[in-house]
C-alpha cells in the first residue's frame, strides 16, 4: 500500500518549492491548493460558492477569488463555510489521483492547513516545512503582490508553526535551498 507522507507548513514557508524539489527526484505530489482551484472550477462547487457567499464575489461569472479570500481570510466562520464546500470535493479528487499511483512506497501530500482540515489523520508521516517568519512575510509579499497586513491575516488563520512542529515527524528549515536540498535527500533516504 502506498504511504502518504504529508507536506506542510505555513505560508511563505516554502512548502512548493519543497514538493517541487520531491517531484524533480521522483516522487508524485498531490498539491492540495491547485486540486482546491481546479476543483473551485466545477458549476456545483461554483453553485455552493455562490450560494453561500452572494455574486459579489464573482465578475463576468467567473470567481474573484482574491474577493473571496479577503472575506475568509477576516473571518474565521466563513471559512470554515468554504472549506466546507471544497475540501469534501478535494478529498475526493485525491482518492482518484492516488489510485493512479499504487506502484511507488509513498507520495507526498503537499497541504497548507493540513493540520487544521484533518488531513493528517490520512499520512503515515508528516514533514513541516519552517522559515523566520520575516523572511515569510517578505516571499509572500513579493508572489502575490500583497500587503504585510493581509499576509499577517493568512497566518493567523493558520497553526503556528510550533503547534505544527509538535505533530510532525520531519522539520525542513527553507532559508538557504541548497541546504534545504540536502534535508530533502536525507528524510528520502529514511522515507
Not at 44 to 66: H, M, P, S, V, Y
Not at 69 to 85: G, R, T
Not at 122 to 149: F, G, L, N, Q, Y
Not at 178 to 184: D, E, L, S
Request: glycine content about 4%; charged content about 25%; some cysteine.
Amino acid at each position: 500500500m502506498t504511504k502518504i507522507i504529508g507536506l506542510t507548513g505555513g505560508i511563505g514557508s516554502g512548502k512548493t518549492t519543497v514538493a517541487n524539489y520531491f517531484k524533480e527526484l521522483g516522487v508524485p505530489v498531490y498539491i492540495a491548493d491547485d486540486a482546491a482551484k481546479e476543483v473551485m472550477q466545477s458549476e456545483d462547487i461554483l453553485t455552493a460558492i455562490r450560494k453561500t457567499f452572494g455574486d459579489a464575489i464573482f465578475e463576468n461569472q467567473i470567481l474573484n477569488r482574491q474577493k473571496l479570500a479577503s472575506i475568509v481570510f477576516a473571518n474565521p466562520k466563513k471559512l470554515q463555510q468554504l472549506n466546507a464546500i471544497v475540501h469534501p470535493a478535494v478529498a475526493q479528487h485525491f482518492k482518484t489521483w492516488l489510485s493512479n499511483y499504487q506502484q511507488f512506497p509513498f507520495i507526498i501530500y503537499e497541504a497548507a492547513i493540513l493540520f487544521e482540515s484533518g488531513g493528517d489523520q490520512k499520512c503515515d508521516k508528516i514533514i513541516t516545512v519552517t522559515a523566520p517568519e520575516a523572511m515569510r512575510i517578505e516571499r509572500v509579499m513579493e508572489r502575490d503582490a500583497t500587503t504585510k497586513d493581509q499576509v499577517l491575516q493568512r497566518m493567523n488563520s493558520q497553526w503556528t508553526d510550533a503547534k505544527r512542529l509538535a505533530k510532525s515527524d520531519f522539520v525542513i528549515e527553507n532559508i538557504d535551498f541548497n541546504k534545504t536540498k540536502a534535508q530533502i535527500v536525507k528524510i528520502l533516504k529514511i522515507l
